[in-house]
């Protein structure tokens, strides 16, 4: 059953602090919504929950926030323990919290990949694990799950950010249909660049990633609340025509995409040593 209208809809959001997280927690809020910001970040959360709040003074729904790491399970237990005894349900929960590192994979270390997989994928599941009986028991809700274009292609310099992405759907699609006629929904959202800090992390990056930022945080944010009323199963953004073609080329022949995936990635690699040569 789809969450039709968000007039007094209880939403946790992770990753609330900042970027889409923040959006979504606004955009919510502006409908009515009662929202629970949750963050590693405590000052951002606390600059969040006033930003919100001015950003919608008309607004009725409740703001709070509760510091989060969502790589740790009892904080998580803790954070949606915490909005079903406020509120006495969870009608909607976005997992927003994630990292966005990359780099060539001879230089990214395993601790860097399980810092990866535990904020990006394991967080995820923390809150599924923490929300689902609240939800159960209402026999309604709903998950949105932050992947990314990442999780359905593979690009270079970003091996453990695609795993972590990938992860995530593979998740998403395994407990939707374990979901399936519980009332419970599941929305995974796969974005190609959008205007956040996370993507403002350097220039070589920027570069070498071939960054190509289309898309804002409201954006997304309108979008979400969109699928979400529409019980969508996956929201794919992807308004850069590069991005939308090697999407479409992935469904058709993976093989021919990670070919030209490779190809682009050697002809930046060389235009950049050429412009250091000068
Ligand atoms: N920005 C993009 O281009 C883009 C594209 C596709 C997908 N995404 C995904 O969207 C999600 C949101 O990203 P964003 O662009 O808004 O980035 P952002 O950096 O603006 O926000 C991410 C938030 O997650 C929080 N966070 C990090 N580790 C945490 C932890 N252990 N526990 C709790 N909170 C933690 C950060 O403090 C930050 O507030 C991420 O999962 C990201 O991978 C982003």
Redesign the pocket.
């Known amino acids: 059953m789809a969450l039709k209208n968000f007039e007094g809809a209880v939403a946790v959001i ?2 609330g ?5 923040l959006a979504t927690a606004q955009a919510l809020h502006a409908r009515g919504a009662h929202v629970v910001l ?4 405590q000052q ?1 959360l606390r600059q969040a929950e006033e930003q919100t709040r001015l950003r919608n003074p008309e607004a009725m729904g409740n703001i709070s926030s509760i510091p ?4 740790n399970e009892q904080q998580v237990q803790a954070l949606m323990q915490k909005a079903t005894e406020t509120f006495g349900r969870i009608n909607l929960v976005v997992t ?5 590192r990359g780099g060539p994979i001879d230089l990214f270390t395993s601790a860097e990949m399980q810092t990866m997989m535990n ?2 994928f394991m ?1 995820t599941y923390h809150c599924v694990q923490a929300a689902l009986p609240t939800m159960r028991q209402q026999q309604s809700g709903h998950f949105v799950f ?5 999780g359905k292609l593979g690009a270079p310099m970003l091996t453990g950010y695609c795993a972590s ?1 990938w992860a995530i759907r593979g998740f998403s699609i395994a407990l939707r249909a374990e979901l399936h006629g519980s009332g419970i929904g599941v929305t995974t959202v796969y ?4 205007d ?4 403002h992390q350097g220039e070589d990056a920027t570069q070498l990633l071939n960054v190509q930022v289309l898309l804002t ?1 409201d954006q997304v944010a309108t979008e979400i609340l969109q699928a979400v009323t529409e019980d969508r199963r996956d929201l794919t953004l992807a308004p850069n025509p590069d991005i939308a073609t090697i999407l479409q080329i992935m469904k058709e022949d993976p093989d021919k995409a990670e070919q030209l995936s490779g190809e682009a990635f050697q002809q930046r690699l060389a235009k950049i040593a050429a412009q250091q040569r000068g």
């Open positions: 992770t990753g602090a900042s970027g889409i997280g949750a963050d590693i970040n951002g989060t790491d969502v790589t927003c919290a994630g990292v966005g904020i990006n967080g932050l992947s990314s274009v990442a992405k974005p190609a660049w959008v956040t800090p996370m993507i945080a």
